[in-house]
């Protein structure tokens, strides 16, 4: 476990992509994270795909690959020979039943981790959107008497102010701080 490199979360973070209406992680940038080539992943899977349902992991499709790959600008140069797979949360869960490495014990109590804070952030922010549509479709009733309505208006301000000064600092300041004593 000594030899286990930290990973920044908002590095994490930026290897969850959002597919099919799913949050996933490729299995090339899993296998990076546990230390593992991809081929050496996907057997896994494929020793064990009874522990991988169909709501767990899927393959890309040409397009869905393509448009990744603009994405990235990657080169079209090298590179795979198959479409990648992708690995919903649960599948990453199930991921550490099969690779038993430190590493990658390790690498998935930081990812589901990760996982969780966003499943929270996305429902603490549900909850204010539907109290906003709510007061809104009040507003669009309005009845001409302002008055009756400011206590429903200075909630949709605050929310909102919450809701940029959670965004603010919710990034981890990356670097060295000097002491100022």
Do not use: C
Not at 52 to 63: E, H, I, R, T, V
Not at 79 to 92: D, K, M
């Amino acid at each position: 476990m000594k030899n286990l490199k930290l990973i920044s979360d908002e590095y994490l973070i930026n290897k969850i992509l959002f597919i099919r209406g799913k949050r996933i992680m490729l299995d090339s940038d899993l296998a990076e994270l546990y230390s593992v080539e991809t081929k050496v992943l996907n057997q896994a899977v494929r020793r064990n795909i009874s522990r991988f349902p169909y709501d767990f992991y899927f393959q890309l499709s040409d397009l869905e690959w393509s448009n990744l790959k603009s994405q990235f600008v990657t080169s079209s140069w090298g590179g795979r020979r198959t479409l990648p797979l992708a690995f919903t949360e649960q599948g990453v869960a199930m991921l550490s039943s099969v690779l038993k490495s430190e590493v990658a014990i390790q690498m998935n109590i930081q990812i589901i981790r990760i996982f969780l804070r966003m499943r929270e952030l996305i429902a603490d922010k549900s909850l204010v959107l539907k109290k906003i549509v709510k007061i809104e479709k009040k507003l669009l009733e309005y009845d001409g008497n302002l008055k009756s309505h400011k206590d429903d208006i200075d909630y949709i301000f605050e929310a909102l102010k919450q809701l940029i000064k959670e965004d603010s600092g919710s990034r981890k300041k990356i670097g060295f701080r000097k002491d100022r004593s």
